[in-house]
Nanobody, 124 residues
Framework: QVQLVESGGGLVQAGGSLRLSCAAS????????LGWFRQAPGNEREFVAS????????NYAVSVKGRFTISRDNAKNTLYLQMNGLKPEDTAVYYC?????????????????WGQGTQVTVSS
């Protein structure tokens, strides 16, 4: 069993930066592929970024590539999402997610464990 708790969301002006963190409990963290997803009001949940268990593979949505960076610290059981150059369209609730397997997936139904989400609001 893995529990995930996100933090770091907030209100920021367009062009600003935020760093999201996701603290995980459970001994399997270092063997799990992890991801970030987001959901804006009225929209479906969408993929943002994912990372393999050893950090060697990272995937990004086209809309965030070059602006967001996913990373993990397996010693601290923590997943990060550094978000730079934020835009109003990045406004959403951001969720971290964990897999049973070690690969980095872009599909939400490949993830078993989900956090409660953290709100990110970007003002224009």
């Amino acid at each position: 069993q893995v529990q995930l708790v996100e933090s770091g969301g907030g209100l920021v002006q367009a062009g600003g930066s935020l760093r999201l963190s996701c603290a995980a409990s459970g001994r399997t963290f270092s063997r799990s592929g992890l991801g970030w997803f987001r959901q804006a009001p009225g929209n479906e949940r969408e993929f943002v970024a994912s990372i393999s268990a050893n950090g060697g593979v990272r995937n990004y949505a086209v809309s965030v590539k070059g602006r967001f960076t996913i990373s993990r610290d397996n010693a601290k059981n923590t997943l990060y999402l550094q978000m730079n150059g934020l835009k109003p369209e990045d406004t959403a609730v951001y969720y971290c997610a964990g897999r049973i397997w070690d690969g980095a997936s872009v599909k939400d139904n490949d993830y078993t464990y989900w956090g409660q989400g953290t709100q990110v609001t970007v003002s224009s």
